[in-house]
């Protein structure tokens, strides 16, 4: 029976353990908290759960699906999401309800971001390597301003443009302003091609006590099975020699060093301390490298609200500058079963931090005032309400994408691949922002590895579907990828590359509301303005659009009507376009093939 040293019991490394329980292989893992779970725990504050963030169960993977149901049960509860966006004293339903979002607007404001959509999409920036660049291409750069820059920089704690591309790519994905705007008007889920939206998911599965409970359910099975879970102990040394670790020493509470060995080692703590940890240490540019990698860190103020009901939602972002509350979750509408008492409700108020930040050492009275206070300015609660709260700080909580971080995982990743025994799994493990199922598929891989297998566990999360099937990346991950993804394209890729495809829902409802709303406001603004005879020439256009004319009957008629008439427009400029690129690379497709058939008869 082979032995494996995992160091780490968050979902990934738990997963790993209990994988490799399954194929008959003892696990030892080392966990510094005294609790499992990693950022997917949660914590019991006087009979009040809460999650360390909020922690949906929605994954493409059927294994870990499979994974879900099989420890949980019937403690695996289906809940229905609702969750808004506060911005400007307004909440904005999310997913997007298109009348919702124009009364939060305002009709000018809502003008405003169609005109700036349409521009980003007939000439979008060409360059994407940052996260406001990657956004504002696909929703403009208004709607950008608006519901993205604010509580991205609360998130990150950096510029939206020192933000890299990738993280927007992996975490928004295939959601766009058109495919939004499709989901409002026919509750959709999917991409036109089929492909699950995560972001407009409106069900989602949780845990009757939350996520902790999987993680200590999952702990509780990897104990039966032969494996031991140590806690308290936080790696410090890991001694290698030849291509391998050897040893691995970790420093307990009370002081002492304590000593581990294993054939395998599976690491899920932050690539930089695992770096900086190795004995004989890594050449100077590999530990610069680690060194620059950086994390945000985390706290969540939790207050216990004398209301049985303070508002619906799962949670709320708030995108108001003036506070620095980033999100407010409500754990009691994730389950019931988080509170002890029906009567109460408990919130918990998420603030994103760097550890050298002063609100960091706050003392916790301090920070649950500035919590009340937050909550009361934005009208959530009164503060005489609350009668109890508790502070938990989460260090290394995001591992951060700015510009220079991929170059700094390649070298780090190139050094740590000449440790043939060790793998690198989870979020830290990886500086990666995995979901909770990614790091699980990377445990199961890393588990499965270690039995025979060659799985990639730097697969997971790379592209928008990821499968259980085995895949072999080159070192270079992402940024070689990309290089050899744009190699052998076909007449039509070439053609799709050089003219991005036009959306006609997107073109049609923008140039609708541009007409409809530009046909409102100029009769609007000629009635204010008053005379002998209003709109004599404006009053033309009730030759193209029946029924209006220039009263305030008229407008709204012709408001209807220019929405209508400027959406089949667009509709149809776009389909065009698109129908006559399709023609274009059919044509460059027979002319390539004629040419190869004269080069083949040249050669005969």
Known sequence: MSSVLIIGAGPAGLTAAYELSKLGMRSTLVEADHQVGGLSRTVNYRGYRFDVGGHRF????????????????????????????????????????????????GPVEALLVCLSYAKARLAPTSEESSFEQWVSNRFGYRLYEIFFKTYTEKVWGIPCSEISADWAAQRIKNLSLAEAVRNALFNRTRTKGGEIITSLIDRFHYPRFGPGMLWERCAELVAQRGGEIIHGVRVECIRHRHGRIECVYGRARDGGRVEFSGEHVISTMPIRDLINALDPAPPDDVRRAADRLRYRDYLTVVLVVKRA??????????????????????????SPHMVPDASRSSLGLEYFLWDHDEEWSWERERLIDTGIHDCAQIGLI???????????????????????????????????????????????????????????????????????????????????????????????????????????????????????????????????????????????????????????????????????????????????????????????????????????????????????????????
């Open 309 to 334: 009901a303070v508002f619906p939602d799962n949670w709320i972002y708030i995108h108001s500058p003036e506070v620095k509350l980033g999100r407010i979750q409500n754990y009691k509408n994730w």
């Open 382 to 604: 009164k503060p005489h309400e609350v009668e109890d709260g508790t502070v938990v700080r989460v260090p290394k909580a995001y591992p951060v994408y700015d510009r220079t971080y991929q170059r700094d995982l390649v070298t780090v990743r190139r050094y740590l691949e000449q440790l043939t025994n060790l793998q690198l799994i989870g979020r830290n493990g990886q500086h990666r922002y995995n979901n909770q199922d990614h790091s699980m598929l990377a445990g199961v891989y890393a588990a499965r590895n270690l039995a025979g297998a060659s799985y990639d566990v730097w697969s997971v999360n790379t592209e928008q579907d990821y499968q259980e099937e085995a895949t072999a990346a080159p070192v270079g991950g992402p940024l070689s990828a990309g290089v050899a993804a744009k190699r052998h394209l076909s007449p039509e890729q070439v053609v799709e590359a050089a003219f991005a495809r036009l959306d006609p829902v997107a073109l049609g409802a923008a140039f609708g509301t541009v007409g409809g709303v530009g046909l409102f406001f100029a009769t609007a603004f000629l009635l204010l303005k008053g005379g002998f005879r209003v709109g004599k020439h404006l009053a033309l256009l009730g030759q193209y659009f029946a029924g209006f004319r220039p009263t305030w009957a008229g407008a709204f008629i012709g408001l209807f009507e220019a929405v209508l008439g400027g959406f089949a427009l667009g509709f149809a400029v776009a389909s065009l376009r698109n129908w006559g690129l399709a023609a274009y690379a059919v044509l460059l497709r027979r002319r390539a093939a004629a040419e190869a058939r004269r080069d083949l008869l040249d050669r005969v």
């Open 58 to 105: 929605f994954s493409k993977v059927p294994l870990i699906n499979q994974l879900w149901h099989e420890m949980l049960g019937e403690d695996f509860l289906l809940r229905a999401r609702l969750s808004r966006i506060y911005y400007r004293g307004h909440y904005f339903e999310y997913p997007l309800k298109p009348l919702n979002a124009l009364t939060g607007l």
